[in-house]
C-alpha cells in the first residue's frame, strides 16, 4: 500500500543518530527514484530530505541539524500536492524547520521501504537508533503532528481550572459538586463529594479512535468514609 503513496505523505520517527552518520534513515527506494528518504549528515551538520515525481524532478533540502551523538529529536515531514505553495513541511521537535514548494506528483516505485541503510546500495548506512516510525498517506497537520509526537489524547491538570494541555486543547465539562481545590500536600486537584458529581470529556470530543495501546495515569486521595 506504500506503492499508493503520490499526492499526500507524513513520515515521523524519532533517532538518535551517532556522531559521525551520514546515513539513510528512512527510504523508500534510491537517491533519484525514491518518493521520499531522509539522511542525516553529520559531516555538515544537517538533515537531508528529498521527495522524487515521475520525470526526474525532485525537492531537495538541507536542513540544519546538529546533534549528533546525543538525545532523541522527532523528525516529521508532509507533503500536500492540494496546497498553493508550502507542499512540503519538515519539523524538528514540533518545531517548523522548513517549508518549501514542490508541485508535483510522487514518484511510484515498488521498491522496499528501508530503515538504516539504502533501499539498494550498501553505502551511507545509518548509525544510531531509530524508533517510531510512521508513515500515512496523507498530509497530517499540525494538531495531529503534536498528537503523534507526545502521544498524548488527553492532558488534564487541574492545576487552576478544568482545561485539556492536550493538542486538542478541550474543556472538561463538570456536574453537581465538583470543584477545584488546594491540597497542602499535593497542590491543586479535583474534589469529589461523592454525592452525583462528575467530570467528564463526551465521548465524541475524546476521539480515542480505539488504540491498540492505552496508556491512564492519574494520583488520587480516598477519603477515610469511602
Not at 518518493?35 to 526526474?56: E, H, I, K, Q, T
Not at 525532485?58 to 540544519?64: A, G, M, N, T
Request: aromatic content about 10%.
Amino acid at each position: 500500500e506504500l506503492d499508493l503513496i503520490q499526492d499526500q505523505l507524513t513520515l515521523s520517527f524519532w533517532a538518535r543518530p551517532a556522531a559521525g552518520c551520514s546515513g539513510y534513515a528512512v527510504a523508500k527506494g534510491e537517491y533519484t527514484t525514491a518518493p521520499f528518504l531522509v539522511r542525516f549528515l553529520d559531516s555538515s551538520d544537517n538533515l537531508y530530505v528529498r521527495l522524487n515525481a515521475p520525470g526526474g524532478a525532485s525537492f531537495q533540502r538541507y536542513v540544519p541539524f546538529s546533534d549528533f551523538g546525543g538525545g532523541w529529536h522527532n523528525i516529521q515531514l508532509t507533503f500536500d500536492k492540494s496546497l498553493n505553495g508550502e507542499e512540503v513541511k519538515v519539523y524538528i521537535d514540533g518545531v517548523l524547520a522548513h517549508s518549501g514548494d514542490f508541485d508535483q506528483t510522487l514518484a511510484a516505485t515498488s521498491d522496499d521501504l528501508t530503515v538504516g541503510r539504502r533501499a539498494v546500495a550498501t553505502s551511507m548506512m545509518y548509525e544510531g537508533q531509530i524508533d517510531d516510525l510512521h508513515v500515512f498517506n496523507r498530509a497530517l497537520d499540525e494538531i495531529e503532528l503534536e498528537m503523534l509526537r507526545t502521544s498524548v489524547t488527553a492532558d488534564f491538570k487541574f492545576d487552576g481550572d478544568f482545561h485539556d494541555d492536550s493538542p486538542l486543547q478541550r474543556e472538561m465539562h463538570t456536574q453537581g459538586g465538583t470543584n477545584l481545590v488546594d491540597d497542602p500536600v499535593d497542590g491543586k486537584c479535583v474534589s469529589f463529594d461523592g454525592n452525583n458529581d462528575k467530570a467528564m470529556i463526551v465521548a465524541h470530543e475524546l476521539d480515542l479512535e480505539y488504540p491498540r495501546y492505552l496508556t491512564v495515569a492519574f494520583e488520587a486521595k480516598v477519603s477515610s468514609n469511602e
